[in-house]
Antibody, heavy 117, light 110 residues
């Protein structure tokens, strides 16, 4: 079974860029879609975007201008960069896998990111 | 695009059935058979319970079922058990490689 683990800073300053990495184990990143999803405190889920293993990227229209997702197949990892941070970006960030791009099969445990000076 | 619409809460007694709705538009829920449902217990990551409207991943009890009519999808939990108490989220493909989530429904087992 595929397992995913997010890593990155728990605290980032406003206006800076958030960088998170998701490490995949128990399976190869060289197939399917690899997503980032966030959840604001006490709120619902928000899809950020995903990357196809070949490198094609697809982003939520509402975040597209600030998001970059990349993949490193040699390390079995994919990454998220979110720029121009504000307090509204404070959330738990999850990485997830998707075989066909229509649902999220497996999820990481999530990592809380707090945007504060 | 707006999030899909779910009732904020639902409840039922042990052994009963409860249905949670997820309403979208013809551009998302109504346009594709790519609705999925996720269960999230407090402090935990979401877990896929239903995909492609009515398919269950391996290991998900058959007490969980999904359906769709027009622009509204539904998740039914039959034979409610205490461990079913959780938040439930729907998701739908919305075309052009875009995915939407519902606002979530808190299911309480009375």
């Amino acid at each position: 079974q595929v397992q995913l683990q997010e890593s990155g800073p728990g605290l980032v300053k406003p206006s800076q860029t958030l960088s998170l990495t998701c490490t995949v184990s128990g399976g190869s990143i060289s197939s399917g879609y690899w997503s980032w999803i966030r959840q604001h405190p006490g709120k619902g889920l928000e899809w950020i975007g995903y990357i196809y293993y070949s490198g094609s990227t697809y982003y939520s229209p509402s975040l597209k201008s600030r998001v970059t997702i990349s993949v490193d197949t040699s390390k079995n990892q994919f990454s998220l960069k979110l720029s121009s941070l504000t307090a509204a970006d404070t959330a738990v960030y999850y990485c997830a896998s998707s075989r066909h791009g229509y649902n999220f099969d497996y999820w990481g445990q999530g990592t809380l990111v707090n945007v504060s000076s | 695009q707006s999030a899909l619409t779910q009732p904020p809460s639902a409840s039922g007694s042990p052994g009963q059935s409860v249905t949670i709705s997820c309403t979208g538009t013809s551009s998302d829920v109504g346009g594709y058979n790519y609705v999925s449902w996720y269960q999230q217990h407090p402090g935990k990551a979401p877990k896929l319970m239903i995909y492609e409207v009515n398919k269950r991943p391996s290991g998900v009890p058959d007490r969980f079922s999904g359906s769709k009519s027009g622009n509204t999808a539904s998740l039914t939990v039959s034979g409610l058990q205490a461990e079913d108490e959780a938040d439930y989220y729907c998701s739908s493909y919305a075309g052009s490689n875009n995915l939407l989530f519902g606002g979530g429904t808190k299911l309480t087992v009375l």
